[in-house]
């Protein structure tokens, strides 16, 4: 009797997770694959979604959610890493170079001849001080930032926050260099900014490419382990800002926070309660060589998304994670998006009622920045309201989101503003 009722409960336990991974890779799935191009209208349903029947459902979707290209550390361009990624079998890239978005635009641009879906995103350089009464002491951390595909809302606060941590950038690398100088290895100032590229800010890799080409050391991960690591004695903090700083900028903007790679934190049980505390929505739990054990159980001790990425930068060594490898568990694809995608659709929203109190040539631009630049070609504030909402929303929100949200409420405030517009602008010619 006793083992019918622990078969039955068995039975039970699979039936839900099986109803929940189904549930979970349909919307995956319709998220991932929908087409909102001119070509696939015949074939989408009224949701925008292509049809079961055009559509490989398969358990493998490959999300990249962690890499940097050569706009931050990282080694390619931003097309190069979207190049790369479609190689290797990835659907959805999010672009997360070190305190800056500006290789966004190029990534979108590329990823549209290969049918990726980029997220916008950023690492965002911070200090931790879990321990308020000792004050002064904090422990640097990375705080992933992911956005819709309108980009942030607000987007001049958190470009002002990341321009800030750039200008410190310079002044951190200069004093590493110092105390190399001191530890009787010589870096030239203009030999890092060789390698670092025109308006690039310098990390410690550019340090460390620099150090070995010098001589002093034999490949990077020697320039890390002797001198540049965490509290090293060549490490330097530069201008970060307070990690709770950090969060509600990214909440305030219409982003979804994560941590990077916790397992790299001197105290990571502290941290992460505490970041979790001022709004951490995830973490990196997974990994390509499985050495993340235990972070799983931090993530679902403070109820966060377990998330992951291969932190690639393309650097060419045997020991570093490809795009792609680390394969995250459907569910959790799923959990990530279900929280992020309202923050997205809201973010959209407010960018949208933003640019129909100004609709100017600039507000456009504005939006311009982060969604698809080329399906913007010939795009003026003449155009429609109707046409400049359905391509900020249309590769994004489903039938209802759209509907959900008051965005006909925004194609007519966009509708009687460019009309007093043109009414204005005919009264001005007539009275010439």
């Known amino acids: 009797m006793g083992n019918k009722r622990k078969e039955k409960k068995s039975k039970k336990h699979k039936g839900k997770i099986m109803g929940e991974q189904g549930l979970a890779l349909s919307y995956v799935h319709d998220w991932v694959f929908r087409n909102p191009s001119d070509d696939a209208a015949a074939a989408a349903d009224d949701q925008g979604f292509l049809p079961a029947a055009a559509r490989k459902i398969t358990d493998s979707v490959v999300f990249e959610l962690h890499c940097h290209s050569n706009r931050s550390d990282g080694f390619l361009s931003p097309a190069a890493l979207v190049e790369r990624a479609h190689r290797n ?10 305190d800056t978005m500006a290789g966004i635009s190029e990534a979108m641009q590329t990823a549209q001849k290969y ?52 200008d410190g950038r310079y002044e951190r690398a200069k004093n590493m ?42 490949n990077l991960r020697e320039a890390f382990n002797r001198y540049l690591y965490d ?25 979804i926070s994560a941590l990077a790679h916790p397992w790299a934190l001197k105290n990571p049980i502290a941290v992460i309660r505490s970041l979790n505390a001022a709004g951490l929505h995830a973490m990196e739990v997974y990994r390509s060589d499985g050495k993340a ?52 659709c809201n973010a959209t929203k407010d960018i949208l009622q933003n640019f129909a109190e100004d609709p100017s040539h600039t507000s456009l631009e504005k939006i311009m920045r982060f969604l698809m630049p080329n399906k913007f070609k010939g795009f003026s504030t003449a155009n429609s309201a109707k046409d400049i909402v359905d391509l900020c929303v249309s590769s994004w929100l489903s039938k209802d989101e759209k509907e959900e949200n008051d965005f006909d409420e925004i194609r007519h405030m966009l509708a009687d503003t460019f009309i007093s517009n043109c009414s204005a602008q005919m009264s001005l010619y007539s009275s010439r």
């Open 177 to 218: 260099l110092l105390k190399l100088a001191k530890l009787k290895v010589p870096i030239k100032w203009e030999h890092v900014a060789k390698i670092t590229g025109e308006g690039v800010a310098p990390g410690r890799v550019h340090i460390a490419r620099a150090m070995v080409e010098a001589g002093h050391v034999e």
């Open 231 to 255: 509290g090293g004695p060549a490490y330097a903090l530069g201008t970060e800002p307070s990690a709770e700083e950090v969060l509600q900028l990214i909440h305030r903007t219409g982003g």
């Open 293 to 344: 054990s235990g972070y799983g159980e931090l993530a679902d001790t403070h109820e966060l998304i377990k998330i992951g990425g291969s932190d690639y930068h393309g650097r060419g060594g045997h020991d570093e994670s490809d795009l792609g490898s680390v394969r995250l568990p459907l569910i959790s694809i799923y959990r990530f998006l279900k929280v992020a995608r309202p923050i997205w």
């Open 89 to 98: 079998g990835v659907n959805v890239l999010a672009l997360t170079d070190h």
């Open 115 to 166: 049918g990726i879906r980029i997220i916008p995103g950023v690492e965002i350089s911070a200090v931790c001080s879990p321990r308020r009464e000792e004050a002064g002491i904090g422990e640097p951390v990375h705080i992933l930032a992911y956005y819709g595909s309108s980009g942030p809302s607000r987007y001049e606060d958190l470009d002002n926050l990341l321009s800030n941590i750039r």
